[in-house]
């Protein structure tokens, strides 16, 4: 390429007087204007862009989650096994992004991590709002938000609807599947508990797949969905346990042990169960 190449004279619009441009409409100047690290440590930029690229993701997750649990309860899959693939990247993506993350020793960590206080991911309400979402639901996770009426609203919003995993047994049931007091209850706040009638619908599902294509291949997005967010579990407690070994959470809690038991969560029980039934 010479040297005196100039994309204006293909047409590259070059003028933006007056007009929006690319940092405009992305609002550029607001995003990367939101990076004031508290110390002098090299590695502090770093962990702001790490989590704010995350809580970016989540921002998208939440909106694919979103739309596919309204496109379920509506009957129409096909929206929503797209959107559940969508949301299975997402966290693929974000599962590379540890890699990053991993390159601080935990040497860099200590040069800064004073200057966090008490904040932790561990009051990330975006993340919160996807686990509830999703179906995993302890409302004692609402605590550190009390003070924001603002996010308060939007958690308690979503736990007073059905979950995603809600609305695929809905789905089951409106299949003619007996889910027994599954499909309309008049709380949908708490964690539901595995239930051998839901066992049993999958079970059926899961034997007959030609039959019940669409409800199979649900299944297997939500389970798809499930596996991409417990590598991501996975991954942080290793990076967590890479970087301050036993130490407790900035946020309080016991830090990599409270992470540990984090991994037991199970976001759709009879949708893991039943491969052992079968
Ligand atoms: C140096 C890197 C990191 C360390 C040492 C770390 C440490 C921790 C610890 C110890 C906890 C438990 C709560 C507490 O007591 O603080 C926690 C929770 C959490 N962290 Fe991190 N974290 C790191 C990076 C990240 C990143 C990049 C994200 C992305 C948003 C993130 C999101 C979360 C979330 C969502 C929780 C709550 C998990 C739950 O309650 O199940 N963390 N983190």
Same mark, same amino acid.
Do not use: C
């Given at each position: 390429?010479?040297?005196?190449?100039?994309?204006?004279?293909?047409?590259?619009?070059?003028? $933006?007087?007056?007009?929006?441009?690319?940092?405009?409409?992305?609002?550029?100047?607001?995003?990367? /204007?939101?990076?004031?690290?508290?110390? !002098?440590?090299?590695?502090?930029?770093?962990?702001?862009?790490?989590?704010?690229?995350?809580?970016?993701?989540?921002?998208?997750?939440?909106?694919?989650?979103?739309?596919?649990?309204?496109?379920?309860?509506? /009957?129409?899959?096909?929206?929503?096994?797209?959107?559940?693939?969508?949301?299975?990247?997402? $966290?693929?993506?974000?599962?590379?992004?540890?890699?990053?993350?991993?390159?601080?020793?935990?040497?860099?960590?200590?040069?800064?991590?004073?200057?966090?206080?008490?904040?932790?991911?561990?009051?990330?309400?975006?993340?919160?709002?996807?686990?509830?979402?999703?179906?995993?639901?302890?409302?004692?996770?609402?605590?550190?938000?009390?003070?924001?009426?603002?996010?308060?609203?939007?958690?308690?919003?979503?736990?007073?609807?059905?979950?995603?995993?809600?609305?695929?047994?809905?789905?089951?049931?409106?299949?003619?599947?007996?889910?027994?007091?599954?499909?309309? !209850?008049? /709380?949908?706040?708490?964690?539901?508990?595995?239930?051998?009638?839901?066992?049993?619908?999958?079970?059926?599902?899961?034997?007959?797949?030609?039959?019940?294509?669409?409800?199979?291949?649900?299944?297997?997005?939500?389970?798809?969905?499930? /596996?991409?967010?417990?590598?991501?579990?996975?991954?942080?407690?290793?990076?967590?346990?890479?970087?301050?070994?036993? !130490?407790?959470?900035?946020?309080?809690?016991?830090?990599?042990?409270?992470?540990?038991?984090?991994?037991?969560?199970?976001?759709?029980?009879?949708?893991?169960?039943?491969?052992?039934?079968?």
């Amino acid at each position: 390429m010479s040297k005196s190449y100039d994309p204006s004279k293909e047409g590259a619009q070059m003028s $933006f007087e007056g007009r929006m441009s690319y940092s405009d409409y992305l609002m550029l100047e607001k995003v990367l /204007d939101a990076q004031e690290p508290l110390s !002098k440590a090299h590695d502090e930029m770093l962990f702001i862009i790490q989590h704010q690229t995350s809580e970016l993701w989540m921002k998208l997750a939440l909106h694919e989650i979103n739309a596919a649990v309204r496109s379920i309860r509506d /009957d129409r899959l096909e929206p929503a096994f797209k959107m559940l693939t969508r949301v299975a990247r997402i $966290f693929e993506q974000l599962n590379s992004a540890w890699d990053v993350l991993r390159t601080m020793t935990p040497s860099e960590y200590t040069t800064f991590r004073e200057s966090l206080g008490q904040s932790s991911g561990f009051q990330s309400w975006q993340y919160r709002a996807i686990e509830f979402l999703a179906g995993n639901r302890n409302v004692a996770m609402l605590g550190p938000h009390a003070h924001r009426p603002d996010i308060m609203e939007k958690l308690e919003a979503i736990l007073a609807a059905p979950s995603l995993y809600d609305e695929a047994i809905r789905l089951l049931s409106r299949n003619g599947f007996d889910v027994g007091a599954e499909a309309d !209850k008049s /709380d949908w706040r708490e964690t539901r508990t595995a239930s051998e009638k839901v066992f049993a619908a999958w079970q059926i599902v899961y034997r007959d797949p030609e039959r019940y294509w669409m409800l199979y291949e649900l299944a297997e997005k939500l389970v798809d969905f499930e /596996d991409y967010f417990r590598r991501w579990r996975f991954n942080h407690v290793t990076t967590v346990e890479r970087i301050i070994g036993m !130490k407790r959470g900035t946020g309080g809690t016991s830090g990599a042990s409270y992470l540990k038991k984090m991994l037991e969560v199970e976001l759709f029980p009879e949708l893991w169960h039943v491969r052992t039934g079968l």
